[in-house]
């Protein structure tokens, strides 16, 4: 069953991202079938407020399912400098932004792959940005986080 999931929202003074890590956080998250537009849109405070609730999304989620299922090991490497940002942003981030996380959590912060692949389904507002780079609402999105019962279970951190 799915739920409808609202990100979070951030004033501008609580936007961490740069934007080149805005970039870095967005390809992080989306397929790489659509890093050529992400490196061709315009940076705005919206889409650096739209990676950022991504971001915080992944890690409280990730940290909700917990780290206990299945073996973890990295198969690809994930978008260069992604993971340095994540680590950064572990330590910056304000840990009232997250429902799940704890502070020791956030120093080494990480993020299940397939988080990842359900936070891909908010790729629709990411089309919205490049076609006229502001929204009218905050981006929402039906995500029913599942754990994979077979295969590899990738965690990046």
Do not use: C
Not at 3 to 20: A, C, G, N, V
Not at 23 to 37: G, N, Q, S, Y
Not at 58 to 72: E, K, N, P, Q, R
């Amino acid at each position: 069953m799915s739920t409808y999931k609202k990100l979070r929202t951030f004033d501008l003074d609580e936007l961490l991202f740069d934007e080149e890590e805005t970039r870095t956080v967005l390809k992080f998250i989306f397929a790489e079938t659509h890093h050529k537009d992400i490196d061709s849109m315009p940076m705005s405070d919206s889409l650096r407020e739209f990676a950022q609730a991504l971001l915080v999304e992944a890690i409280d989620a990730s940290h909700a399912i917990g780290y206990v299922h299945g073996l973890f090991r990295s198969v690809k490497n994930p978008v260069k400098g992604a993971l340095t940002i994540l680590k950064t942003f572990g330590k910056e981030a304000n840990q009232n932004w997250f429902k799940y996380a704890s502070v020791s959590d956030l120093q080494n912060a990480q993020v299940y792959d397939f988080v990842l692949d359900f936070l891909g389904k908010f790729v629709f507002r990411l089309q919205d940005y490049i076609a006229k780079n502001e929204l009218d609402e905050k981006p929402g999105a039906f995500l029913a986080y599942e754990v994979p019962t077979r295969g590899i279970v990738i965690r990046w951190g």
